[in-house]
Structure formats: structure tokens, C-alpha cells
């Protein structure tokens, strides 16, 4: 072994490589000028590989790199070792270089056809868009599956407050209209007492008649709240005609501004063609009043009151929470008042709710509008915010062509 060592690198009995080039300058320069750039292009390989092996952490098969990166390492050497050869016949290095070139590219190749069935089940560039398109749009499906759910869990707290709100309300019409019929009844037989005796006592004295008088204004006055009490409850008598809203809200504009005062301007604007509905005028009057008031109440240092009507066809009452599908006729009331805190908007129609100082009001007003609208098979709605002012919206049912 240690004779074949020293055979290999003994060069004395040798020449250069470039004595079987007859030392032509035009084979020599060229051979050397090909080995020197495919040598450098080589070297550069294997930094190109390194340096992209290591940015990319999560390569698969990263060792495999390396192994190409030492093979075409070797490869360039011997490159090198062909231009050394040319003036130095230092054949035995090159040959043990040119043996470790081959033991590479052999161990390199044996290695590398395993790998090929497994990086061919790897995913193309092309798969792994397809995936990521696909868990995009999945994504994106689940995104708005879960709005979908909100919404649809939100629509599902209203309508559940909306239902409690209704039944609340029923319980409460059932309630005040039970009381409300019973002193009704009551008061029918206190005020027929009374004018028994102002028939039986035509002769009495100024006191006896004043006090008689005084029993009688607080009968009425008492019979006054049982009616509104029976209007929210829904079970005062009605007397439905057609009416045209314009033509009645025109008629008592001059009530409204005596009512409002001369701090608070009224304006009206009423619809064109406005469609006609089936309701009690003589209540639909009331209501307005009541509503007058309360905005007036709502404005102690002045403002204005907007009362306007439009037609409400079937397709924008569908856009209405909790409003039946049908055409109405809209008669809003906007003012520009303190507004209702939102903590108590949704008891606004209870009957004796107010947020009035005591002595200011005794909450009916509201339930009675309430009442009558919800009689009429109607709906109202309440839109404020503090400092922002309130709308009142009724909705009555188009009567029939």
C-alpha cells in the first residue's frame, strides 16, 4: 500500500499535460481559460446551495443538497487540478482528487434515485395554490357562516325582547282594562247618584251646589282617565270611517300650534296621493294631540315639531321590524327635544310611565296613542336618543280600495 501511494506521487518520470499539446498557445490558453470558468462556475454552486439551504429551514431533503454541493465542489477542483497538470505533472493528486469526485457522485446518485418517488408525492407549486385557494374560500365560508349566526342569533334576542315587550304589554292592557272596566262601572253610579241629587235638590244652597259640582267635575275628569285607560287596553269603542290623514291633520293644524305654544314651530308635510285608512278620526285626533303634548313637554325652550305622511307600500314595510306584511299609511311625528335615554325607550307606552317631573303628566298619553293605533291594526314605533330629539312613527293598515 505504501509502494502504490509513492508510485502515485511520483512525477519525475512524468511531463506536464502540456507537452501532448505541443505546448501550442492556442490549445493551452484555451484549456486553460474553459477549466478556469467551469471551476469558478462550480465553486459558485455549492455557496448558491448552502446559502439557500440555509434560509430555507423547512426544505425537504436538505441533506441531499449538501451532498450535490460537496459532489460539484469535487467536480470544480478537478477542473483546477486540469490547469495545475498543464505545467506540473502532479498527476497523483488529481487522480485521488478525481477518486474522491467519484466516490461523491456515486454515493450522491445512490441516494438521490430513493428520494425521487418521494419528492414527486410532494405538492406541486400548482397543488399547494389549489389548497390554498380551497382553504381560502373555506375560511371564508366559515367566516360568513358565523356572521350568518350572529345575525341570526342577534334576530333571534330581538324577536325573543320583542316577543317578552309584547306579552308584557298584554298582560299589562289586561290588567289596566279589567280595573279600567270595573271603575268604569263605578263611576257610572257615582255620576248617576250625583245627578239624582242635583234633580232631587233644585232648591239646595250655593254651597251644597258647588260642592255637588266639584263631585261631578272630579267624576268626569275620572271618567276622562278610564277612558284612556280602555284605549290602551284596547277595548273602547271604535268608530271606524275612511279618512284622508292630510285632510285631518290640515283641519287641526291650528289646535296643534295653540297646543305646541309660540316657542315650538309646526311644520306639516303631507304626501301626495296619500292613500286612505280605515281608523276613528275623532281618536286619531286625540292621538295626535297627545303627541303634540308630549313633544311640547319635550322642548321647554322651544324647537319644532315635523309632522309629515308618505304611503308605505308592502316591499318598505317588509324593511320594518315586527310590521306585517301589507301598505300602510305612515303619519310621522319628529321633534327636536331632549330625546329618551335608551334605558327606558322601551317602557315609553306603559300606562302611568313618564319620565315627567311628578305632577307633570300622568303617563297615559302615550299608552293611549299606543291603544288606539294597536286597535286599529296598526303599529308604532319610537326612534330617540338623548339630546338628539324623537320620532313617532304610526303605521295604519290602506284601507281597501
Known amino acids: 500500500m505504501l509502494d502504490y501511494l509513492r508510485n502515485l506521487f511520483e512525477s519525475e518520470s512524468l511531463s506536464p499535460h502540456g507537452i501532448c499539446l505541443l505546448w501550442r498557445p492556442e490549445l493551452v490558453w484555451t484549456h486553460v481559460v474553459s477549466d478556469a470558468l467551469i471551476g469558478t462556475a462550480y465553486f459558485s454552486i455549492p455557496l448558491a446551495l448552502g446559502y439557500f439551504v440555509s434560509r430555507r429551514r423547512d426544505l425537504a431533503f436538505s441533506w441531499m443538497f449538501w451532498c450535490f454541493a460537496v459532489f460539484i465542489l469535487a467536480c470544480g477542483t478537478t477542473h483546477f487540478f486540469s490547469i495545475w497538470t498543464l505545467w506540473r505533472p502532479d498527476y497523483g493528486s488529481e487522480a485521488l482528487v478525481k477518486a474522491f469526485t467519484a466516490v461523491a457522485s456515486v454515493v450522491t446518485a445512490a441516494a438521490l434515485w430513493p428520494l425521487i418517488p418521494q419528492a414527486l408525492a410532494l405538492p406541486s407549486p400548482g397543488q399547494l395554490q389549489h389548497l390554498n385557494e380551497a382553504l381560502a374560500a373555506g375560511i371564508r365560508e366559515r367566516d360568513l357562516?358565523?356572521?350568518?349566526?350572529?345575525?341570526?342569533?342577534?334576530?333571534?334576542?330581538?324577536?325573543?325582547?320583542?316577543?317578552?315587550?309584547?306579552?308584557?304589554?298584554?298582560?299589562?292592557?289586561?290588567?289596566?282594562?279589567?280595573?279600567?272596566?270595573?271603575?268604569?262601572?263605578?263611576?257610572?253610579?257615582?255620576?248617576?247618584?250625583?245627578?239624582r241629587l242635583e234633580r232631587k235638590l233644585p232648591d239646595a244652597s250655593e254651597d251644597v251646589k258647588r260642592t255637588l259640582?266639584?263631585?261631578?267635575?272630579?267624576?268626569?275628569?275620572?271618567?276622562?282617565?278610564?277612558?284612556?285607560?280602555?284605549?290602551?287596553?284596547?277595548?273602547?269603542?271604535?268608530?271606524?270611517?275612511?279618512?284622508?290623514?292630510?285632510?285631518?291633520?290640515?283641519?287641526?293644524?291650528?289646535?296643534?300650534?295653540?297646543?305646541?305654544g309660540e316657542q315650538i314651530a309646526l311644520e306639516t308635510s303631507p304626501a301626495p296621493d296619500l292613500w286612505p285608512t280605515r281608523i276613528d278620526a275623532n281618536q286619531m285626533e286625540?292621538?295626535?294631540?297627545?303627541?303634540?303634548?308630549?313633544?311640547?313637554?319635550?322642548?321647554?325652550?322651544?324647537?319644532?315639531?315635523?309632522?309629515?305622511?308618505?304611503?308605505?307600500?308592502?316591499?318598505a314595510a317588509a324593511l320594518v321590524p315586527d310590521l306585517p306584511a301589507a301598505d300602510y299609511v305612515m303619519v310621522e311625528v319628529a321633534d327636536t327635544g331632549e330625546g329618551i335615554p335608551p334605558e327606558v325607550i322601551d317602557r315609553v307606552f306603559e300606562p302611568f310611565f313618564t319620565t315627567k317631573p311628578m305632577g307633570q303628566g300622568t303617563g297615559l298619553g302615550l299608552s293611549q296613542v299606543y291603544g288606539f293605533v294597536t286597535q286599529s291594526n296598526g303599529r308604532i314605533l319610537v326612534e330617540s336618543a338623548p339630546g338628539q330629539g324623537t320620532t313617532v312613527r304610526l303605521y295604519l293598515p290602506r284601507a281597501a280600495p
Open 286 to 315: 286625540n292621538a295626535l294631540v297627545n303627541l303634540a303634548v308630549n313633544a311640547r313637554d319635550a322642548m321647554p325652550a322651544g324647537g319644532r315639531l315635523v309632522l309629515a305622511t308618505a304611503n308605505l307600500p308592502q316591499a
Open 145 to 195: 357562516a358565523l356572521e350568518a349566526l350572529a345575525r341570526e342569533t342577534a334576530e333571534r334576542e330581538r324577536t325573543a325582547a320583542m316577543l317578552r315587550q309584547s306579552q308584557k304589554m298584554e298582560a299589562v292592557g289586561q290588567l289596566t282594562g279589567g280595573v279600567a272596566h270595573d271603575f268604569n262601572n263605578l263611576l257610572t253610579v257615582i255620576v248617576a247618584n250625583l245627578e
Open 213 to 260: 259640582g266639584h263631585a261631578m267635575t272630579g267624576a268626569e275628569r275620572a271618567a276622562a282617565l278610564t277612558q284612556q285607560l280602555l284605549s290602551f287596553a284596547r277595548k273602547q269603542p271604535l268608530e271606524p270611517s275612511l279618512v284622508d290623514v292630510n285632510e285631518l291633520v290640515a283641519g287641526m293644524a291650528e289646535l296643534l300650534r295653540r297646543t305646541l
